[in-house]
């Protein structure tokens, strides 16, 4: 089985600051891991993902992410916050030998960013 | 850029009424799936399809099914609705690929079953 954990509901950050939404996985073997962004009444869009190699991954709109094996994470990170980063966030992780080909989300954390 | 549609951005209907979702894809990828989204569980999987006619159950298929009879379209069904299936749903596309390529999501159908 695979999951995952967003341990912050939200995540309250001042325009300007670095920002980072947390996740952890459960996989058996090696993860595939992804991030993706909600903005309001819209679908989830991707920003980045982790499938091999540098364990620090570069995104969209500024963001990148680490991945750490040995702590089971895959924290989202941004050096510096935009009042426009304000949404909700979703990790996703699956196992490389999932056969099912499909991905399990975290609870989702909001993140939000104030002038 | 991918495009993911859904036909309606709001849905209302009634207790016991089949209800039907479309989602329409136009990048030729083989996985359709169907999510439900409620606040603090995340995207539950509720089918996905891998080709044409075929289909997989997710985590939460119960209540529900699906049909994919061509290539771009993946339809959700509710066969009879209830109002524990008031939800927001969403449709995403992918590559079949090594299970690496990233999901293409549609912007959402909020459904409200009265």
């Known amino acids: 089985a695979q999951s995952v954990a967003q341990p912050e509901d939200q995540v309250n950050v001042a325009e300007g600051n670095p920002l980072t939404v947390k996740c952890t996985y459960s996989?058996?073997?090696?993860?595939?891991l992804f991030w993706y962004v909600q903005y309001p009444n819209r679908g989830l869009q991707f920003l980045l993902k982790?499938?091999?190699?540098?364990?620090l991954v570069k995104g969209s709109y500024g963001f990148e992410a680490e991945f750490n094996k040995s702590q089971t994470s895959f924290h989202l990170k941004k050096p510096s916050a935009l009042v426009s980063d304000s949404a909700l966030y979703f990790c996703?992780?699956?196992?490389?030998?999932?056969?099912?080909?499909?991905?399990?989300f975290g609870g989702g954390t909001r993140l939000m960013v104030k002038p | 850029d991918v495009k993911v549609t859904q036909s309606s951005r709001y849905l209302v209907k009634r207790t016991g009424e089949k209800v039907f979702l479309e989602c329409v894809q136009d990048m030729d990828h083989e996985n359709m799936f169907w999510y439900r989204q409620d606040p603090g569980l995340g995207l539950r999987l509720i089918y996905f399809s891998y080709d044409v006619k075929m289909k997989e159950k997710g985590d939460i298929p119960e209540g529900y099914s699906v049909s994919r009879e061509k290539k771009e379209r993946f339809s959700l069904i509710l066969e009879s609705a209830s109002t524990n299936q008031t939800s927001m749903y969403l449709c995403?596309?992918?590559?079949f690929g090594q299970g690496n390529q990233p999901q293409h999501f549609g912007d959402g159908t909020r459904l409200s079953i009265l």
């Open positions: 996989v058996s073997g090696n993860p595939y």
């Open positions: 996703a992780v699956r196992a490389y030998n999932n056969a099912g080909n499909m991905l399990t």
């Open positions: 995403a596309s992918s590559y």
């Open positions: 982790y499938i091999t190699g540098d364990n």
